[in-house]
């Protein structure tokens, strides 16, 4: 029986065949941000289950284009599964609040929050890989649970999206 060894830095992992096992497609481009990520946040040599580390890579900034333009749908596919359903919950709930009670404070929130989202989850989008990378490495031995992208999930929130905005301008044709 194969034993796994494990590694202890962060950089180990970044640099190691580990980060290959956990993101599988464009490793060397993560690759590259992760090691930024980890010198921006001084932590290359703490270890892979050091909390303060973790919160020091999360607390960086980096900039995710997709986590940018697909938010929380981009969240669900990246198995952030709390926050990405969360805030497609509020973002749309609230929406189609808007679209039933034209109010003028719920029209701004609706306007100014899906952009805020966005700007969040594509500040830390990178961040957010290289954390769940650490934790899927650490806590499993199985290359199925560290797969970090679940499409069907996405396939899913997609096609509840869909319905949502179908709902919204049914909402609002109703109202001519």
Not at 16 to 26: K, Q
Not at 94 to 116: G, S
């Amino acid at each position: 029986m194969k034993v796994m060894e494990r590694v202890s830095t962060i950089s180990e992992f970044i640099a190691g065949p580990a980060l290959e096992e956990t993101i599988v497609t464009n490793c060397p481009k993560y690759r590259e941000k992760f090691s930024k990520i980890i010198e921006k946040a001084d932590v290359q040599e703490s270890d892979t289950k050091d909390e303060q580390a973790i919160k020091k890579i999360i607390s960086t900034l980096s900039w995710n284009w997709a986590a940018f333009l697909f938010s929380y749908l981009w969240l669900i596919y990246r198995r952030e599964t709390l926050l990405g359903w969360g805030l497609l919950i509020v973002v749309w709930g609230l929406t189609l609040n808007w679209a039933y009670w034209e109010d003028t404070t719920l029209d701004t929130i609706t306007d100014v929050l899906p952009i805020a989202v966005s700007i969040a989850v594509g500040i830390l989008g990178n961040n957010l890989i290289l954390r769940n990378a650490m934790k899927a490495y650490e806590d499993t031995t199985s290359s199925v649970d560290r797969k970090q992208r679940s499409p069907k999930a996405l396939c899913l929130a997609i096609l509840l999206k869909i319905g949502m905005l179908g709902m919204v301008i049914l909402a609002e044709f109703s109202n001519i």
